[in-house]
């Protein structure tokens, strides 16, 4: 997502976000630091009919970069049209040009996310993690 696509981004995103000003500082961060993550958008027509945010660490189990995709929604008008499994195949070929060794899918408590991801390739990992958010 560069500068001009910020607006697609939080037009889609503002949908399931609840803290708009947060979502906005994200997209900000993202457009600023692009070391960090990006968002990857998928367009109907020239419609933004989806999106995913990536970010990035490194994986000492995977021995070098890791991405994390959070934030995967497709528009309810263009879903069930393969906009979203485009999206992700997509994506994980710029990730594995950027030699991305491990990708990670958060799905919460979504079962059909869950269902989604692992039509995919991706295997389910425990979720053996603890967050803190600092404001």
């Known amino acids: 997502m560069?500068?001009?696509?910020?607006?697609?981004?939080?037009?889609?995103m503002e949908?399931?976000?609840?803290?708009?000003?947060?979502?906005?500082?994200a997209l900000t961060l993202f457009i600023d630091r692009p070391d960090y993550g990006f968002i990857w958008l998928a367009y109907d027509d020239g419609v933004p009919a989806a999106c995913v945010s990536?970010?990035?660490?490194?994986?000492?189990?995977?021995?070098?970069?890791?991405?994390?995709?959070?934030?995967?929604?497709?528009a309810p008008t263009h879903r069930r049209r393969g906009i979203g499994s485009a999206l992700v195949?997509?994506?994980?070929?710029?990730?594995?040009?950027?030699?991305?060794?491990?990708?990670?899918?958060?799905?919460?408590?979504?079962?059909?996310?869950?269902?989604?991801?692992?039509?995919?390739?991706y295997s389910a990992r425990p979720a053996t993690r603890f967050s803190l958010t600092r404001r």
């Open 2 to 12: 560069a500068s001009p696509e910020r607006y697609d981004a939080y037009t889609l």
């Open 15 to 25: 949908q399931f976000c609840d803290d708009t000003a947060a979502l906005g500082d």
């Open 54 to 74: 990536v970010g990035f660490g490194i994986s000492t189990e995977a021995g070098g970069l890791a991405a994390e995709l959070r934030d995967l929604f497709v």
């Open 89 to 121: 195949i997509t994506l994980q070929a710029r990730l594995d040009q950027l030699e991305v060794r491990r990708t990670d899918a958060v799905y919460g408590e979504d079962a059909g996310l869950r269902a989604f991801f692992a039509a995919r390739g």
